[in-house]
């Protein structure tokens, strides 16, 4: 019997994304963010593809919560400085117990990306007559939001809605979907929590101490950390969550190496058995 069976399902490594599978997830969520737009439909796109980049960061880079993530605004986060982090409001937070600070330097492109997003959603990017990201209806807005209807018909996200945290799970399986993972693995993932479980295994695995990992996760016990021990796999995960060894996000005009590494990472899967398709990244259907 597996060590992690005599001691706690949430250390059941079948719950948690590989690192190959997180590689994929976040390339694919890249290039459909990094590719060109035309039109205000397809802004449209782009913008909600800025939402699900920004998610599974917030989930699988930064351990969060559903009600964390749909909780938390701009003015929670400082992406300038040495250290960027996102603070976790008490009234946010598991239980309205304890605020607590998430490192976002772990992983650069993180930032860099949900930089790109904030800049987006204040039209900044095309040159707009808007608001900058400082302004005070930025900082109450939420990060992950619905658009907004204007008394037109039109949507826009500047001024979108807080989701509901039970509406981000369905949104995360389709875009494991589109991914090309099997419906038989995105259910042995068990929705948006595999994200946290994902993000506890992998940063000890690189490296980081118990105490790093259960300060950023809110846990109430090193002892609930620790669980995540048994998890670990032997490739590294340095990359993601060390803090020291990655770039920056990646600009439109490598758009067609991550397509190519996506691909690359797609055969490798599937010849382990864990998609169905070989699909590109623009042919399945938008998650909402």
């Known amino acids: ?16 994304l590989t690192l190959t599978e997180v590689r994929l997830l ?3 969520l890249r290039a459909r963010v990094n590719k060109r737009v035309y039109g205000r439909k397809m802004v449209g796109q782009k913008a909600r593809h800025h939402i699900n980049l920004a998610m599974v960061n917030l ?63 204040s039209g900044k990017f095309r040159g707009l007559d808007r608001p900058q990201p400082r302004d005070p209806e930025i900082l109450e807005a939420p990060i992950i939001c619905q658009p907004h209807t204007g008394s037109r018909g039109g949507t826009s996200y500047y001024a979108g809605e807080a989701c509901r945290p039970n509406s981000l799970t369905p949104k995360f ?12 693995r995105i259910e042995q993932l068990q929705g948006l929590h595999a ?25 109430g016990s090193i002892g609930t950390t620790s669980i995540y021990l048994y998890a670990l796999e032997s490739e590294s995960a340095r990359d993601l969550y060390d803090g020291d060894r990655h770039g920056e996000a990646n600009p439109p005009d490598v758009i067609q190496e991550l397509i190519g590494e996506i691909t690359r990472l ?12 070989l699909m590109p990244p623009d ?6």
């Open 26 to 28: 976040l390339a694919d």
């Open 59 to 121: 989930a699988v880079c930064c351990g969060l919560r559903a009600t964390e993530i749909a909780g938390v605004k701009w003015k929670d986060v400082t992406l300038t400085g040495e250290k960027p982090s996102l603070r976790i409001r008490k009234e946010v937070a598991k239980g309205k117990k304890k605020a607590r600070i998430v490192p976002l330097w772990w992983n650069s492109a993180m930032v860099d990306e949900l930089s790109a997003w904030r800049d987006f959603r």
């Open 1 to 16: 019997m597996p060590v992690w069976q005599t001691i706690d399902r949430r250390c059941d490594p079948t719950r948690v």
């Open 173 to 184: 399986k389709t875009i494991l979907k589109n991914c090309g993972l099997t419906e038989e």
């Open 266 to 277: 797609r055969k490798e899967m599937r010849k382990q058995g864990l998609t169905n398709n």
């Open 283 to 288: 042919s399945s259907p938008e998650p909402r």
């Open 195 to 219: 994200g946290r479980r994902t993000f506890a295994t992998h940063a000890l695995d690189a490296g980081r101490m118990l105490t790093e990992v259960r300060d950023a996760c809110g846990h």
